[in-house]
């Protein structure tokens, strides 16, 4: 089998760009390590493999060009994402036979910057969980270890990155999905500024939180695909019209730490945390200090409400969206329906799974009369403090740093009868979301007692994605990369 | 407070979904274990603060009202479960 796909996306585009590969060469060598490992990992829930080559071939025809950065590149797209003549099911069957006429706003940027897309990544079902086996189309597996989970939402995404079956991804982040199976993948995910990506085209879950981001195996790798698709689109009436500073050149700037005050959350580094994980990022920690940073202990004093304040957001928010799913213009309908209500109720409860109808439900509990100032209203109050929070902790430091999740990937079902204790697993991503900030799960070592991959979160102020790019760059070469997982 | 299985049914059916009898009373007790962890927030004195629905400052950007057409009827239509070649078809209303 070629070894192609263990080459970072950087090295690949260089290859590339010199002629040494051929796009087509690039493609089918994806295409051969999805077809040997796709029946562990499950990564896929679309592979378009006709669709890719010939894309491929069609860059071969025109040669390599070098205004088109992601040249001959093969990607993959989380399933939350359109992608024109491809299904996008996000991880329901109520979407099963969706095939959308058009494109994302980012998978159009991918596009032009030349990259090849081969298939759609599976997820928890409309990114809904925080482990990837919410899936309607069944779980993913972790590539280090298929007994495990990937991580959630976008795991189908981490899993592809990490086991090599693409050079890059795009994943979907609403309360830490791209950072968190990041971390449990051993892969570097961004999550950027509210705003800084467009959300045109991505099937919406809580629309104030969601951003489309980059996951990919190496620093570069991900600021090739972050600059790609970044800026402003005036289809997304919440995407912000400001430069996007150049990532790359930030990074080559950027050859140490000297200078840099990181921000040492206290809430972020107390109890709860495993003692594997907590090692692994006070190495990590080390090394930026070794690289000439310094520590800064600061307060996130409204970190224990995060949680509570998200879930209540965000299923507000998705009982709102998910109300378009009505078995009319698109989706599955219940076809032994008499009457239009009952086709609604009928095709609703067929096709969402329990985790969507749960969060529906209570999404619908805390908007309705009654309740929306006790939940809705408090939790939109508590949003405030905790974007206040940041903003004072800033002021201080110039990154913050904590670890992405108190634990390394959990096995497979561990979480199935306790929905709130999965909540609670996303305890250091979803502050983020809430204020909008840019964070970055950088693979930082192996776990001592399980051996799985630990990613450090790296926090930075809001459009600051190119700052935390660059220090996580510094740390990344400091580090050293992991080992590839055994699959 | 506790939501009763009845309470999430009466939920369910705003929501436009049918939970079935045998699964309400799980359902309510999950819905109530989320919904004590949600009470936390009643620890949290918001008094003058103004609630925070999206992270972008600012009114919202609007665009012109004008109709433009980007996709062909055979397009909108192709994904629909049950159409007539021209429309939408749905069960009868009245």
């Given at each position: ?217 190496t620093v570069p790798d991900a600021a090739l695909l972050y600059q790609a ?154 949003r405030r403090l905790i974007r206040q929070d940041f903003a004072a902790a ?59 991959p630990v990613g450090l979160q790296l926090l930075g102020p809001a459009f ?24 | ?94």
């Open positions: 089998m070629s070894e192609l796909h263990t080459m970072t996306l950087t090295g690949l585009r260089e290859a590339l760009a010199a002629g040494r590969v051929s796009a087509e060469a690039a493609t089918a060598a994806t295409l051969e390590r999805i077809a040997a490992v796709e029946p562990t990992v499950h990564a896929f829930v679309t592979v378009t493999g006709q669709q890719a080559l010939a894309e491929a071939r069609a860059l071969d025809a025109q040669g390599p060009d070098p205004a088109r950065p992601l040249w001959g590149v093969p990607v993959a797209v989380k399933d939350v994402i359109a992608v024109k003549g491809a299904p996008t099911t996000c991880g329901s069957r109520i979407l099963e036979h969706f095939t959308p006429c058009y494109d994302a706003f980012v998978v159009r940027r991918l596009r032009e910057a030349g990259a090849v897309i081969v298939g759609k990544t599976n997820m928890d079902e409309f990114a809904m969980g925080s482990s990837t086996e919410k899936s309607a189309f069944g779980p993913t597996t972790n590539p280090w270890d298929p007994a495990r989970v990937p991580g959630g939402s976008s795991g189908g995404s981490a899993a592809a990155v990490a086991a090599g079956e693409c050079f890059g991804a795009l994943g979907t982040d609403t309360g830490g999905s791209i950072r968190q199976p990041a971390s449990f993948c051993g892969c570097v995910g961004l999550k950027p500024s509210y705003g800084r990506v467009s959300r045109w085209g991505c099937v919406a879950y809580g629309s104030s939180l969601d951003q489309v981001g980059p996951m990919a195996r698709i970044a800026g402003f689109d005036a289809q997304d009436s919440t995407s912000v019209d400001t430069p996007v500073p150049d990532a790359l050149a930030a990074m080559a700037a950027r050859t140490d730490l000297a200078g840099l005050r990181i921000g040492v959350p206290r809430e972020y580094w107390g109890q709860g945390l495993a003692p594997e994980v907590e090692a692994a990022c006070r190495a990590a920690l080390d090394a930026a200090t070794a690289q000439g940073a310094t520590l800064v202990p600061v307060d996130l004093p409204h970190t224990p409400y995060a949680v509570a304040a998200y879930y209540i957001i965000a299923m507000a928010e998705a009982s709102s969206n998910l109300a378009r799913f009505d078995g009319v213009r698109y989706g599955l309908r219940d076809a032994d329906a008499r009457e239009l209500l009952d086709m609604y109720v009928r095709s609703r409860s067929r096709g969402f799974g329990q985790e969507v109808q749960r969060r529906i439900m209570v999404g619908t509990y805390v908007l309705s009369a009654g309740y929306y100032d006790a939940y809705y209203r408090k939790a939109a109050q508590v800033l002021e201080h430091c110039d990154v913050l740093c904590g670890p992405v999740s108190p634990v390394t990937a959990w096995p497979l079902g561990a979480m199935d009868a306790d929905p709130v204790q999965m909540y609670l697993m996303d305890i250091f991503t979803i502050s983020l979301n809430l204020a909008g900030l840019p964070g970055l799960s950088l693979p930082v070592g192996l776990g001592a007692q399980s051996g799985l600051g994605e190119a700052e935390l790019l660059a220090v996580a760059g510094v740390l990344e070469r400091a580090l050293g990369p992991l080992p590839a997982p055994g699959l | 407070m506790k939501v009763s299985p009845q309470e999430v049914a009466r939920i369910a059916a705003l929501a436009r979904l049918g939970i079935d009898q045998d699964r309400l009373d799980a359902f309510a007790a999950q819905f109530n274990d989320i919904l004590d962890y949600m009470a936390l927030l009643g620890q949290v004195d918001t008094t003058g603060v103004e609630p925070l629905y999206s992270p972008v400052d600012g009114p919202t950007r609007l665009r012109e009202d004008k109709a433009e057409s980007r996709y062909s009827r055979e397009e909108i239509l192709a994904s629909a479960p049950e159409t007539d070649g021209a429309h939408f078809v749905v069960p009868k209303i009245v």
